[in-house]
């Protein structure tokens, strides 16, 4: 099941790739696996895929061992400031960094562990009160403070779009993002780079890559429905 849903999703990346002319090579897929059971992960490693996307740390830091090593694993979920060492150090990429303090401390324990963080800003691109992520006018000044820490790597902007039945009504959030990315990248900041763009889920992530997501995080597609009511925790 997990396979052909995979093939389902990859073909489909492929096809939005092919719509605006993009090297299908420029889009990575990041499975979501948040409350799935470790067979599953399993599964989806052995049909290829080695970025997992999770949201809890103690989650993450449960599967983390359970998992072969060559597993890049993404922390997409909102983070406190008291779990940050937890996961420094053992995630490729941590996305959803929304605040001067979380940053600060991101920093502070790569310092101590001797390690390099690469994370992405979320923005809050509608300004939903229900979302984390500064808000579109604020990320620039966000971006520009971190940028001055050691050991944390700016590599792009990361959004979670609103719920919506239809795709295409989030082309224009995707847009707000891309925009926003190109025009910080412009200000050449030191230690800032605009290279990820992490947008687009299962119910809109043909639409995330026509408007230039290098990054697209797939759960329900890949897993199908996650029930929150029994098994794991979510
Ligand atoms: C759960 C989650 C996803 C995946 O959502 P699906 O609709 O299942 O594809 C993507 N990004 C974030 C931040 C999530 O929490």
Redesign the pocket.
């Known amino acids: 099941m997990i396979q052909e849903n995979l093939k389902t999703v990859q073909e489909k990346m492929k096809a939005a790739c092919a719509r605006c002319a993009r090297d299908p090579q420029e889009v990575m897929l990041i499975a ?1 696996s ?1 409350t799935r059971p470790q067979e599953d992960l399993q599964e989806a490693y052995q049909a290829g895929i080695r970025d997992f ?1 999770e ?1 809890k740390v103690q989650e993450l830091v449960d599967k983390i061992p359970r998992m072969p090593e060559d597993v890049r694993w993404h922390m ?2 909102h983070l406190q400031r008291n779990k940050v060492k937890y996961i420094v150090g053992r995630v490729a990429l941590i996305h959803s960094v929304d605040s001067l303090h979380l940053a600060q401390e991101i920093s502070k324990e790569s310092g101590k562990q001797h390690v390099e963080t690469d994370i992405l800003v979320q923005v809050n691109v509608a300004g939903e009160e229900s979302k984390f992520g500064t808000s579109l006018e604020e990320t620039l000044s966000l971006v520009q403070q971190i940028a001055i820490l050691p050991h944390i790597h700016v590599q792009g902007l990361m959004t ?1 779009a609103p719920y919506t039945e239809t795709e295409e009504e989030n082309r224009n959030y995707f847009r707000f993002l891309r925009q926003l990315s190109v025009d910080i990248a412009h200000k050449n900041i030191d230690n800032v780079n605009m290279n990820v763009l992490s947008m687009g ?3 809109d992530y043909p639409t995330a890559i026509e408007e230039g997501a290098t990054c697209v ?5 890949i897993f199908g429905q996650r029930n929150y009511t029994t098994g794991q925790a979510h």
Not at 217 to 221: D, E, L, P, Q
């Open positions: 979501v948040k996307g949201n997409i979920g979670v889920m299962t119910g995080r797939v759960g329900t597609g």
